[in-house]
């Protein structure tokens, strides 16, 4: 059996996440499901004794039904939100992620069976320009994608409300 690397105390919610910016001609890639009112990228739970960049394949892999390769960890995000849905429900939520790009494949096709909880998961192409039009997670993804960068950012966002 595998275990996240996270844990609750109380009403606070502790993760450690790894995931992906994968773009393609000038889309970013996204996931969804039928309960949650939002996007949010692809990726997951590092499990105890996996590395970051084992995790972020796996998801992946898991979740596009594509074996794709990183290019370079890109962003170490610090996240703070309160959770007002789903099994989160109420708790103060602390998240630590490691953003691997992904190398491009020169396609958009998927082959996505993706499953959360039980819950159908749906991929989306967004288009990066238009980001802002959307209720996708992370923020910073937009401004991201829309500049340069060479090393390593380290990101802060608190979405507490």
């Given at each position: 059996?595998?275990?996240?690397?996270g844990?609750t105390?109380e009403?606070?919610w502790?993760?450690?996440?790894?995931?992906a910016?994968?773009v393609?001609?000038?889309?970013?890639?996204f996931?969804?499901n039928?309960i949650?009112?939002?996007?949010?990228s692809?990726?997951?739970?590092?499990?105890?004794?996996?590395?970051?960049?084992?995790?972020?394949?796996?998801e992946?892999?898991?979740?596009?039904g594509?074996p794709y390769e990183?290019?370079?960890?890109?962003?170490?995000?610090?996240?703070?939100?309160?959770?007002?849905?789903?099994?989160?429900k109420?708790?103060?939520?602390?998240?630590?992620?490691?953003?691997?790009?992904m190398k491009?494949?020169?396609?958009?096709?998927?082959?996505?069976?993706?499953?959360?909880?039980?819950v159908?998961?749906?991929?989306?192409?967004?288009?990066?320009?238009e980001?802002d039009?959307?209720?996708?997670?992370?923020?910073?993804m937009?401004?991201?994608?829309?500049?340069?960068?060479?090393g390593?950012e380290?990101?802060?966002?608190d979405?507490?409300?």
């Open positions: 059996m595998e275990y996240n690397c844990f105390n009403n606070k502790f993760r450690y996440r790894a995931a910016i994968i393609e001609d000038g889309y970013v890639l996931a969804g039928e949650d009112d939002y996007y949010y692809i990726g997951g739970a590092v499990h105890m004794g996996e590395t970051a960049e084992a995790a972020v394949k796996r992946v892999l898991e979740e596009t594509v990183i290019d370079r960890l890109a962003v170490i995000h610090e996240n703070f939100f309160a959770d007002n849905q789903g099994g989160l109420g708790l103060d939520c602390h998240e630590i992620a490691f953003y691997f790009l491009s494949r020169g396609t958009r096709e998927l082959h996505s069976d993706s499953y959360t909880q039980g159908k998961e749906n991929m989306y192409w967004l288009p990066i320009a980001l039009k959307y209720k996708a997670f992370p923020t910073f937009k401004d991201y994608l829309q500049n340069e960068h060479s390593v380290h990101i802060v966002t979405e507490r409300i």
